[in-house]
């Protein structure tokens, strides 16, 4: 995931919940030399306030796991979204994201060559300029009601 992040040439804020990987306490996963590499393009924090950094004007994807809550907070901002569902609802809403609404990209191969492709298709190429049209015109008519 590091080097696909890494390699996609974005700068992104990375919210790394202590413990997550089990055995470890916060970022020692992180391989050798991924911080250096990606100094001044990475922000790897604890906690962040997610419904209030989607609201950031900078903000040009999210990559999410689809639980509805993030999937609602980034449809009302307009951001578009790389979907990853793990369990339950998750897969339903991604396939909703990326299949019927077309406001996202579903990540199926969690390689590092698939993650940079997905990031950089989402991010800069013109397949992400059609999902951020559509993303935009959603949080308008979510706006409206």
């Known amino acids: 995931m590091e080097w696909g992040l890494a390699n996609s040439n ?4 990375w919210a790394v919940r202590r413990g997550i990987i089990s055995g470890s306490e916060w970022i020692e996963f992180v391989p050798d030399g991924f911080i250096e590499k990606m100094k001044g ?7 962040a306030p997610q419904k209030e950094i989607l609201a950031h004007f900078t903000v040009g994807g999210f990559w999410s796991h689809c639980g509805w809550n993030s999937t609602l907070e980034s449809i009302s901002e307009g951001i578009p979204m790389l979907c990853q569902p793990f369990i339950v ?12 609404w077309k406001i996202g990209l579903e990540l ?5 060559g698939e ?9 800069v190429l013109e397949k992400g300029d ?3 049209v559509r993303a935009n015109q959603i949080k308008e008519l979510v706006k409206k009601q």
């Open 108 to 112: 199926e191969y969690f390689e590092r």
């Open 130 to 132: 059609e999902i951020r």
């Open 115 to 123: 993650i940079e492709s997905m990031i950089r298709r989402l991010m």
């Open 10 to 13: 974005q700068q992104f804020l």
């Open 41 to 47: 393009r990475v922000l790897i924090v604890k906690w």
């Open 89 to 100: 609802d998750q897969g339903v809403n991604a396939r909703y994201v990326t299949h019927m």
